[in-house]
C-alpha cells in the first residue's frame, strides 16, 4: 500500500500468544483475582518480555468478576475478552442504568454520586487527598505491570504482621474486625497481599541508598518532636507564631489556648528535622516556625533528639524515597478528573505536580 495513501497497518499480537491469553481468560472466569493473578505467572513466563495487564469489574457487590487481558501492540493496545454464557459481554459493559449512579439511599431517597462528590468538597481545597487517590492509582498500575507474588508461607507470615500490628491476637477479635469491616476471608487476604506487595514495590524502588544518604547528611535525621497548628487565615497565624514567641507557655497548654480560644487545628508530631526544609536547620526546642504553607501553619518545636540508624529512621527514610519517586510519578501521569468543573480539576491538578520543598511539604501532611 503507498505510504501516502492515509491508512496505517494493523499491529496483532502474535497467534500464539493470542491463543494463550484466550485458554488463560477462560480458566480464571470463576476465579477471584487473587487467585487469577498467580495463575497468570504461567503465561507470562511462556511469553517472557511481552508486556501484558489483567484488569477486571466486579459486576455486583459479591457477585463475579469480568476480566480483560490489555496488552500493548505498536502504538495502541490490544483488548482480549472472554464472557461466559451468564456474563454480560464487554461491548454492553459500557450501558448504564439509573443504580449505578446511586451510592446510598436514605429512608428510600437516593444519594446521586454528584451529590456524594459536592459533600466531599475537601477534596478540591487540599491537594494532598487528591495525591493519596492518584498514588493508589500509580502503585496499582505499577504492581500490574510488574507483579508480586507472594508464596503461602510469605502471605501467612504477613497476615500475622497485618494482625499483630491492629492488635487482633485472637481468633475471636479478628473475626469481629472482619465483621466490622465487612469482609470475609478472602478479602482480608486481599488486603494483606496489597499492603505486602506496596512493602517490595517500596524496598524495589529505593534499594539500599538509606544508609548512604543517612551518612551523607545525618543532622537532616535529627528527631523533633513538634506542636503543629494549622489555621484557616493568613492573620490568625501571624498573631498565633507571636503569641507563642512571646508567651513561653508549654506547648501542651499552648496547644489547648490555640484550639479552644483561636480554632487552630493542633496536632503532635515526630518529623525528621529535613521535613521541614532549611527553615528548621538551627531549630532548637522552643522555637516557633512559620506560618507557611497554603492553609497556614504555625510550627512550635518541642523536643529534639539526636539522629541514629535504627530500624525507625531506616523506615522513615526508605518512606520518603518512596513519596519523592510518587510524586516524580505524579508530574508525568496523564490524570483525568470524570467530576468536578475544570477550575477546580485544573487547580488540583497543578497543586499535585509542583515540587513541595520543605515546610510545605510537611504541611501538606
Known amino acids: 500500500m503507498p505510504p501516502h495513501s492515509g491508512v496505517h497497518r494493523v499491529v496483532l499480537p502474535p497467534a500464539g500468544l493470542l491463543a494463550g491469553v484466550l485458554a488463560y481468560l477462560r480458566r480464571i472466569s470463576d476465579l477471584e483475582p487473587a487467585e487469577a493473578r498467580l495463575l497468570l505467572g504461567d503465561l ?11 484488569v477486571w469489574q466486579r459486576d455486583h457487590p459479591g457477585g463475579g468478576c469480568h476480566y480483560d487481558m490489555l496488552i500493548p501492540v505498536g502504538d495502541g493496545t490490544v483488548s482480549v475478552a472472554f ?57 496499582a498500575q505499577e504492581l500490574a505491570d510488574d507483579p508480586v507474588d507472594l508464596s503461602a508461607a510469605e502471605l501467612q507470615d504477613a497476615l500475622d504482621a497485618f494482625r499483630r500490628a491492629r492488635g487482633l491476637l485472637t481468633v475471636e477479635a479478628t473475626r469481629a474486625w472482619m465483621a466490622e469491616h465487612g ?7 486481599h488486603i494483606v497481599a496489597q499492603e505486602a506487595g506496596i512493602a517490595r514495590l517500596r524496598r524495589r524502588v529505593v534499594g539500599d541508598r538509606a544508609g548512604g544518604l543517612f551518612s551523607a547528611g545525618p543532622g537532616s535525621y ?11 487565615r493568613l492573620e490568625a497565624a501571624q498573631a498565633a507564631a507571636a503569641r507563642l514567641r512571646d508567651g513561653g507557655a508549654d506547648p501542651l497548654a499552648s496547644a489547648a489556648a490555640e484550639t479552644l480560644d483561636h480554632g487552630a487545628d493542633a496536632r503532635l508530631r515526630r518529623l525528621f528535622r529535613a521535613e521541614l526544609g532549611p527553615r528548621a536547620a538551627n531549630a532548637a526546642p522552643g522555637d516557633v516556625l512559620g506560618p507557611y504553607g497554603p492553609d497556614p501553619v ?18 522513615g527514610i526508605e518512606q520518603r524515597l518512596f513519596e519523592e519517586w510518587l510524586a516524580d510519578r505524579r508530574r508525568e501521569a496523564h490524570v483525568e478528573w470524570v467530576w468536578g468543573d475544570a477550575r477546580r480539576t485544573d487547580a488540583v491538578n497543578q497543586a499535585m505536580r509542583a515540587p513541595a520543598t520543605g515546610g510545605d511539604a510537611a504541611a501538606a501532611r
Open 298 to 315: 504555625v510550627t512550635h518545636v518541642v523536643e529534639v533528639r539526636p539522629a541514629v540508624l535504627d530500624d525507625a529512621t531506616r523506615r
Open 183 to 189: 469482609l470475609d476471608h478472602a478479602g482480608l487476604e
Open 222 to 232: 535529627e528527631r523533633l518532636c513538634v506542636l503543629s497548628l494549622r489555621y484557616p
Open 44 to 54: 507470562r513466563a511462556e511469553h517472557e518480555g511481552t508486556p501484558m495487564r489483567l
Open 83 to 139: 464472557a461466559p454464557d451468564r456474563a454480560l459481554p464487554w461491548p454492553l459493559r459500557g450501558s448504564r442504568n439509573s443504580g449505578e449512579q446511586v451510592v446510598v439511599r436514605v429512608n428510600g431517597m437516593e444519594v446521586a454520586m454528584e451529590q456524594a462528590m459536592a459533600v466531599l468538597d475537601e477534596l478540591w481545597s487540599d491537594a494532598s487527598q487528591a495525591s493519596r487517590l492518584v498514588d493508589a492509582a500509580l502503585v
